[in-house]
């Protein structure tokens, strides 16, 4: 995965809707930020090998306790076909 960190800002990600660069990071200089209120978000598509096994970690800071937000992972086939969805 490259650009993990935003260090690059938004290269390499889907951006779907208002997500922008923010220096208030868990590590590093910069995160991504979603503002409250807008459905938006942003995706990485990384192409898996079967058989194969992969870690994944994140850090997601709300602004207040009524702030809804979620990381979401989808696993598709060739086809893109959903084989699975966690949320």
Do not use: C
């Not at 390499?12 to 409250?36: C, E, F, R």
């Not at 192409?47 to 306790?65: D, R």
């Amino acid at each position: 995965l490259t650009n993990s960190g935003f260090e690059a800002d938004l290269t390499d990600w889907i951006n779907w809707g208002s997500v922008s660069i923010s220096g208030l990071v868990h590590s590093g200089a910069k995160a991504a930020y979603v503002p409250p209120g807008i459905e938006s978000g942003g995706s990485y598509e990384l192409m898996g090998v079967a058989g194969n096994t992969y870690q994944l970690s994140a850090w997601a800071k709300t602004t207040s306790p009524a702030t809804w937000s979620s990381i979401e992972l989808s696993f598709y086939d060739a086809g893109w076909n959903t084989i699975e969805y966690r949320e």
